[in-house]
């Protein structure tokens, strides 16, 4: 059984998850500077009570790797994906929620390998749930599922 030092950090991670794909996606829609966007979410979301909902505290240096990592490395990132999509589909038909889903996971199973496999993407999976129905979360897990067996072999 997980102390309880390990369950608060697993929460205080999918928390930063979640974030991370919430701050992806403004980073997309409205070009926030790339400091400017961190600085906002440690300031007014991370650990936040929002319209009296509080807000599971964050591991903040974890979601900076995240959003940091990925807007490192998007083009790589980019690519990884596309490269696992249909021929009948393009990166570019992607909502822009789940493409940030898609890069979060993409980035975790790059560049985390202390972090395990189905850890990753059962946690997408859970944010995932935050923005879809079941027909996208099977999308989700097929997808990040072929790139961790080509980044993760």
Do not use: C
């Amino acid at each position: 059984m997980p102390s309880s030092s390990a369950k608060s950090r697993s929460k205080a991670r999918s928390a930063a998850r979640l974030a991370a794909v919430q701050a992806l996606y403004q980073l997309e829609m409205e070009r926030t500077p790339l400091a400017q966007l961190l600085n906002e979410f440690h300031q007014h979301r991370l650990g936040a009570t929002i319209e009296e909902v509080e807000y599971v505290d964050a591991d903040a240096n974890f979601f900076d790797d995240i959003v940091k990592g990925v807007d490192a490395r998007r083009d790589e990132i980019d690519r990884l994906i596309a490269s696992k999509l249909a021929d009948d589909w393009s990166f570019d038909r992607l909502d822009k929620p789940m493409r940030q889903i898609l890069r979060a996971g993409a980035y975790e199973l790059l560049a985390r390998k202390d972090v395990p496999v189905g850890a990753v993407i059962n946690e997408y999976l859970d944010v995932t749930d935050a923005f879809y129905d079941r027909r996208e979360k099977g999308f989700a897990n097929g997808l990040l599922d072929a790139i961790a067996k080509e980044v993760r072999a």
